[in-house]
């Protein structure tokens, strides 16, 4: 056996954990609050940081222009704001999108590069320390060390990663998500269960990491019910939280694989929000490595009490209007775009593009 596990967040998870940690936010003098237009304030989040950082007397400014799937332009304008006013340390606030632009912010303030250069390059200096206080039950990113960032140059997401970028302590209080609507709370969960779905599934999955996964696949297990039925109490805010919590600790081992891969061009040119996009690949995702990893797929069939892999796909387009509708180019133009991400190499089963894009046109395709 050989594996690896790196995990270097100072991880606090439970109702008020900002309040009952407010030393902990004392990384520096000033902090740039990074957030989202509304979603600090009305969980609650923004009011516990700012108590939290006034009473240990450390100064802060707040740039809450981050806006879903965090462009370049937008962490830069975070980064600039952030530089002239000499701030040290990062607070990102919200959901996976700020939390996310918080990480790119943290890198630009202290690297003197273009943004573009957070893809594929190495930083030279450390990015400045991050907390994540995450308001949605998703994606996770308050324990990994990505950045995902809409890059319209290339008409896609990209992801960029460093050691460096793992924030220093992540607050996880599932009472922030009570605000969550159904819909944001459903589209998110299906982000976490994709994590802990792709990591216990990858290449690069560890007999440890697997235990994370399966964990966190029960956890979001017990919540089919409540989530079938619309009845998201506070048990249930919780289980989300812990079972997105897992499957940030999974992810942040094994990488995504080729669900996120094929969300994103969903994302990009169709607007679907990040969770919804990967749910709608579930089931051919699964059809796709079943041959080739059957005992995996079963146990997490059986875990989730699914008869078969078409019952899965049920569930999971659950609260999905309409499908999108692609043309064969737009299918063969996303097939290629989704094989050039790096994560797609980690699929269990060996993806060419025309896979690919034989799935897009299952799933999508007809329209002229
Ligand atoms: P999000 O884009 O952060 O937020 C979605 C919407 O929910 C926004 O309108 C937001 O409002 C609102 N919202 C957030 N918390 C709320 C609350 N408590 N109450 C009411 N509304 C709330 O969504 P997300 O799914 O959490 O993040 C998606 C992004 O994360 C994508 O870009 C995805 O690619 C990325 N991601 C990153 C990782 C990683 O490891 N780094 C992993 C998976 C996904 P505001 O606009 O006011 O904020
Ligand atoms: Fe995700």
New binding site residues.
């Given amino acids: 056996m050989k594996f690896g596990f790196n995990m270097p967040v100072d991880l606090n998870f439970g109702a008020g954990v900002v309040s009952g940690n407010k030393g902990k936010f004392d990384l520096g003098k000033k902090a740039l609050i990074v957030?989202?237009?509304?979603?600090a304030r009305?969980?609650g989040a923004l009011v516990d940081v700012l108590d939290a950082l006034t009473s240990n007397g450390t100064g802060y400014i707040v740039y809450d222009g981050?806006?879903?799937?965090?462009d370049l332009e937008s962490v830069s304008k975070g980064a600039d704001y952030g530089r002239s006013n000499g701030v040290d340390f990062i607070v990102a606030v919200?959901?996976?999108?700020?939390?996310?632009a918080g990480k790119a912010i943290a890198a630009l303030c202290s690297n003197d590069i273009e943004p573009i250069d957070l893809i594929g390059k190495k930083l030279n200096e450390r990015p400045l320390p991050i907390i994540a206080v995450p308001?949605?039950a998703?994606?996770?990113?308050e324990l990994?060390p990505?950045?995902?960032l809409t890059i319209p140059s290339m008409k896609t997401?990209k992801?960029f990663y460093s050691p460096f970028i793992f924030p220093v302590s992540a607050f996880l209080d599932p009472c922030?998500?009570y605000?969550?609507?159904y819909a944001?709370t459903l589209?998110?969960a299906f982000?976490a269960f994709t994590?802990l779905l792709e990591s216990y599934l990858s290449l690069r999955s560890t007999p440890l990491n697997d235990i994370i996964a399966l964990a966190g696949i029960r956890a979001f297990a017990e919540c089919r019910q409540p989530i079938s039925e619309k009845l998201i109490i506070a048990e249930t805010r919780e289980k989300l939280m812990y079972a997105s919590c897992l499957g940030?600790m999974a992810?942040a081992q094994t990488g995504t694989t080729m669900i996120h891969s094929m969300g994103y061009s969903l994302t990009y040119f169709r607007n679907y929000?990040?969770?919804r996009a990967n749910a709608m690949l579930i089931g051919e995702y699964l059809r796709f490595n079943y041959d080739r990893i059957p005992g995996k797929i079963d146990m997490v069939m059986k875990i989730l009490g699914f008869k078969d892999i078409d019952e899965a796909e049920v569930f999971f387009s659950m609260g999905l209007d309409e499908k999108p509708r692609l043309s064969d180019e737009e299918c063969r133009t996303y097939a290629k775009l989704a094989t050039e991400q790096a994560n797609i190499r980690q699929n269990p089963r060996r993806v060419e593009e025309e896979d690919v894009y034989k799935i897009y046109v299952r799933l999508f395709g007809g329209a002229r």
């Fill in positions: 957030s989202g237009k509304n979603s009305i969980s981050i806006r879903s799937n965090p919200g959901g996976g999108s700020p939390i996310d308001t949605t998703g994606t996770g990113s990994t990505y950045s995902v997401k992801s922030y998500t605000s969550l609507p944001i589209d998110t982000d994590h940030g992810i929000s990040h969770g």
